[in-house]
C-alpha cells in the first residue's frame, strides 16, 4: 500500500511539475487528453471507501468514481487520501475530483468548488418499520439509545421532549447492542452506522424515522473548472434519473436515496 | 503549564453528579446485602451443605471469580435478551453485582467456616443444638468475625466496581463524570471531582462496616 502511494504521489508530482509550465487549462480538456480521472477517495472509511479482503479499494466513493469516469469514456485513477489531505490533494492539482464523503461548509467553499448531492450522510432517528415516530415530539415516553458526546446525543438532548429517556452508550457498538437486544425502541445515529447494522442481517431493522441533522457529500473540484462542474454535475444528474446511483446506496448504505437528495 | 483549572461547570451539573452517587450508592447497599447473603449460603453450601449441592456451587464460584466483571455484566445486559430475559439496565447491574460479590464473599466465609475448630461444632451438638442452630449461633457469626476485615475490603472493591456498569448507561457517578467530560470537555476537572467523591465513598463504607461489624460482634472473643 505504502509503495502504490508513493508511486501515486511521485506520479503526481511529476504530472503537475509538467504541467508547470502550461497555463491553467482546461481541467475537463486536461483528462480527456490524458485518458485518465485521478480521483481523491478515502480508504479508512466504510462503507464510503475502504480496503477490502482482495487489497483493492471498495466502497460507495469508489464505485461512484468509477461510474463518472465510465460515463467521461476515460479510465479511473484512485488516489487515497485522509480527510485531512484531501483537500490539498485537489488544490495541488494532483487529483482532478475528490469523491470522499465530502461536506460542504463556508470555509471549504472559498476554496474549492462542489458538486451536486450524490451521496446522503445525516444524523438520524432510528427504529422498527411498524413503530409511529415521524418527528422529535414522537418520542414522548420512549427510551432512544445514542453514543454519548455524539452530534446526535448533543442535538437530541436539545430537541426531544422532557419526558423522553435517553440513554447514552460509551460508544457506537454499545448503541447498536442496546438497540439490536431490545433494550431500547429506537436509536439516534448516523446512516453510516445503521448502514453497518442492515449489512449483518440483523432481526430489528433500524429504519429512517426522522432527521436530526444532515449533511449530505459533494465532489469537490477546483474552482474556477466550469466545464468539468458541468460534466460531473450532469453525470451525476443522470445516475439519479436511471437508478444507478440509488443502486450504488443500496448495495453501500442499505437504504434507498432520501428523495430530496 | 497554561491550562486554566476551570469548576464553574459544577454549578450546572452538580445535580447530575448527585444523582450518580445515590445510584453508585444504591447499587453498593442492594449488592453488599443480597450478595453477602448469597455469599453465606454458598459459603454453607460449599463447606456443609449435602454432596450434590457442593459442585453446583462451585461450578458458579469457579466461572464467576475467573471471568471479567464487564463480560458478566454485557452478558447479561445484551446477551440474556436473546434468551428472553430482558432486565433494564438499573436491574441489569444489580444482578450483576449480587452475582459477583456472591461469589468472591463465598469463597471469603467458607475460609472463615472451615477455621471453625472441630470441637466448636461438638459443643454445639453437645448442647442439644440442631444442626442449623449450632452453624447460625456457633460456626457462623465467629467465621464472620474472624473474616470481617476481608469482607468490608471485598465490598469495598465492589463498590469500585461498580464503575462500569456506566457502560450499559446506567447513571452512576462514572457515568457521570464522563458525561460532564463529553459536554465541557473538562477532563481533569470532571475526573478529579469524581476521584475525590469515590474516595470519599469507599473511606465512608470502610468505616460503615467497621461500626456494623462492632455492632455485630460486641464481644471480642479470644483467639
Not at chain 1, 504530472?15 to 508547470?20: I, N, T, V, Y
Not at chain 1, 487549462?25 to 483528462?31: E, F, G, Q, S, V
Not at chain 1, 429512517?208 to 458541468?230: H, Q, R, V
Request: hydrophobic share 50%; proline share 5%.
Amino acid at each position: 500500500m505504502l509503495t502504490r502511494r508513493l508511486f501515486v504521489a511521485a506520479a503526481a508530482l511529476a504530472a503537475s511539475l509538467g504541467f508547470a509550465g502550461v497555463s491553467h487549462a482546461d481541467a475537463l480538456a486536461d483528462i480527456t487528453a490524458r485518458g485518465t480521472l485521478r480521483v481523491a477517495v478515502p480508504q479508512d472509511f466504510p462503507p464510503f471507501g475502504s480496503v477490502g479482503a482482495d487489497m483493492t479499494p471498495q466502497g460507495y466513493d469508489i464505485d461512484m468514481a468509477k461510474m463518472i469516469a465510465e460515463k467521461m469514456g476515460v479510465k479511473v485513477e484512485l488516489v487515497p487520501v485522509t480527510s485531512a489531505n484531501r483537500i490539498p490533494y485537489l488544490q495541488t492539482n494532483k487529483v482532478d475530483l475528490v469523491i470522499s464523503s465530502l461536506g460542504k461548509n463556508a470555509e471549504r467553499e472559498k476554496v474549492i468548488d462542489f458538486s451536486t448531492a450524490y451521496a446522503p450522510f445525516f444524523n438520524g432517528v432510528f427504529g422498527p418499520a411498524d413503530l409511529a415516530l415521524s418527528k422529535a415530539e414522537d418520542l414522548k415516553g420512549k427510551t432512544v439509545a445514542v453514543t454519548r458526546g455524539s452530534v446526535e446525543d448533543l442535538e437530541l438532548t436539545k430537541i426531544a421532549p422532557s419526558d423522553a429517556t435517553i440513554k447514552r452508550y460509551e460508544d457506537n457498538n454499545g448503541t447498536i447492542s442496546a438497540f439490536l437486544s431490545g433494550q431500547v425502541e429506537v436509536v439516534a445515529t448516523g446512516n453510516v452506522v445503521a448502514a453497518a447494522i442492515l449489512a449483518k442481517n440483523p432481526p430489528k431493522r433500524p429504519e429512517m424515522k426522522f432527521l436530526i441533522k444532515n449533511s449530505p457529500c459533494y465532489i469537490g473540484l477546483n474552482k474556477n473548472e466550469a466545464a468539468l462542474l458541468e460534466k460531473v454535475n450532469a453525470v451525476v444528474a443522470a445516475a439519479k434519473a436511471d437508478g444507478s446511483l440509488n443502486a450504488i446506496a443500496k448495495k453501500w448504505l442499505g437504504q434507498d436515496l432520501p428523495k430530496d437528495l | 503549564m497554561s491550562y486554566q483549572f476551570d469548576f464553574l461547570w459544577l454549578g450546572e451539573y452538580w445535580p447530575q453528579i448527585a444523582k450518580g452517587i445515590a445510584i453508585t450508592g444504591q447499587l453498593t447497599l442492594v449488592g453488599g446485602v443480597v450478595g453477602v447473603s448469597l455469599g453465606i449460603a454458598c459459603a454453607w453450601a460449599r463447606a456443609l451443605g449435602p454432596g450434590f449441592l457442593k459442585p453446583v456451587v462451585g461450578a458458579y464460584v469457579e466461572l464467576i471469580r475467573n471471568t471479567p466483571f464487564l463480560i458478566q455484566l454485557f452478558f447479561i445486559f445484551f446477551g440474556l435478551p436473546s434468551l428472553g430475559v430482558q432486565l433494564g439496565e438499573l436491574s441489569a447491574a444489580n444482578l450483576a453485582m449480587i452475582i459477583n460479590l456472591g461469589a468472591y464473599s463465598c469463597e471469603i466465609i467458607r475460609a472463615g467456616i472451615q477455621a471453625t475448630p472441630r470441637g466448636q461444632f461438638e459443643a454445639g451438638a453437645s448442647l442439644a443444638m440442631t444442626p442449623f442452630e449450632t452453624f447460625r449461633h456457633v460456626v457462623l457469626v465467629p467465621s464472620l468475625q474472624r473474616i470481617w476485615p476481608a469482607l468490608s475490603s471485598q465490598v469495598v472493591i465492589v463498590m469500585l466496581g461498580s464503575a462500569v456498569v456506566s457502560q450499559i448507561a446506567v447513571e452512576d457517578l462514572t457515568f457521570a463524570a464522563n458525561f460532564i467530560q463529553s459536554r465541557t470537555f473538562r477532563a481533569f476537572e470532571a475526573y478529579i471531582v469524581s476521584t475525590l467523591i469515590y474516595l470519599a465513598l469507599a473511606i465512608l463504607l470502610r468505616q460503615a462496616m467497621l461500626a456494623l461489624g462492632g455492632l455485630v460482634f460486641p464481644r471480642r472473643a479470644a483467639r
